[in-house]
Structures are given as C-alpha cells and as structure tokens.
C-alpha cells in the first residue's frame, strides 16, 4: 500500500508540477504573440509602417490568397514593407472595429471589419473615393513572439455613402 501511495505522489507532482510549468510557459507564448499582433495592428493604425515591420521576422510571408480580394503574396521583410506602404498609401479615414482575437503558442487569429475610402488608384478593385467596408480575417504564424507568416483573408465591398449600406 506504501509504494502504491508514494507512487501516485510521485505521479501526481510530475503531473501536476511540469504541467503548471508548462502552463505558465505556454500562456506566456501566447502573450507574448498577442503582444505583438497588438503591436503590429496599432502601428499600422498610427500610420508607421516601420514600426509594424518591427514585428515581423526578417524572412516573414505576406499572403493574401483571396482571388476577388487583395491576392498577392510577399516574402521577406523588405517586400512586405513595400507592399505596406503602397496598401496604407491607397487608404485613407481607415477605421478598424474588432471583431475576436485569440491565439495560441504558434499562431495568433484576428478577425476584425475595416473601412476606409480608396485613396489611390492601383491596388484595390475600387475606384478612388470609393467607400469600403472589408471584413479581414488574419492568420498569424508566430516564431520567437514576432510574425512569420501574415494570411490575409478579405472580403470588401463599397458602401453607400449616404446609408452605409452596402452599395449594389
């Protein structure tokens, strides 16, 4: 009876110990990742595309596979840049409302609804001063609390100025 007590003891430390370790470790990936998210999202909100490039890996992807959306892909921190500045460029009076974030050790998922009024011809569907409202959804491959890989999701259509109802 002895060993067979001792031998759950012994079993329920191992458990119970690493796994609270392990816990605490994880949850402070997963911190760290939204952290990060958190960072990137709001610089791009300010306007400093170099800040919001500080989060990223240097051989970071940049992939906005929507064939009707955004699609194009980048690799490496130089190009994503690039194509940052170009996206923010064609933007202005962005306004992002949103929706749920969570992650876990290795990703992080945000789900938000973005407007704004085309500002430049060349990058989106839209013609200048066209008003949209696009729901994005994003996947955020984490590595060492920065981002390796941003997927980006979109789906947009123009609003009607006047009821903010989707335009036909």
Request: glycine letters at 8%.
């Amino acid at each position: 009876m002895k060993r067979s007590i001792l031998a759950f003891m012994v079993f329920s430390l191992a458990v119970y110990g690493c796994s609270e370790s392990g816990n605490k470790a994880y949850q402070a990936r997963v911190a760290k990742n939204l952290a990060a998210v958190e960072n990137h999202f709001h610089s791009e909100g300010l306007g400093d595309v170099d800040k919001a490039l500080e989060t990223f890996t240097d051989d970071v992807v940049w992939d906005a596979p929507a064939p009707n959306g955004l699609n194009r892909s980048f690799s490496g921190k130089e190009a994503a840049g690039n194509n940052y500045r170009r996206l923010w460029g064609a933007m202005r009076n962005v306004k992002f409302q949103p929706v749920q974030r969570f992650a876990t050790e290795d990703r992080v998922v945000d789900d938000s609804i973005i407007t704004f009024e085309v500002a430049k011809d060349g990058y989106f569907n839209f013609p200048v001063g066209a008003q949209v409202e696009m729901r994005l959804v994003h996947i955020f491959e984490m590595r060492d609390g920065k981002i390796a890989k941003e997927i980006v999701f979109d789906m947009g259509h123009p609003v009607a100025a006047a009821t903010g109802q989707r335009a036909t």
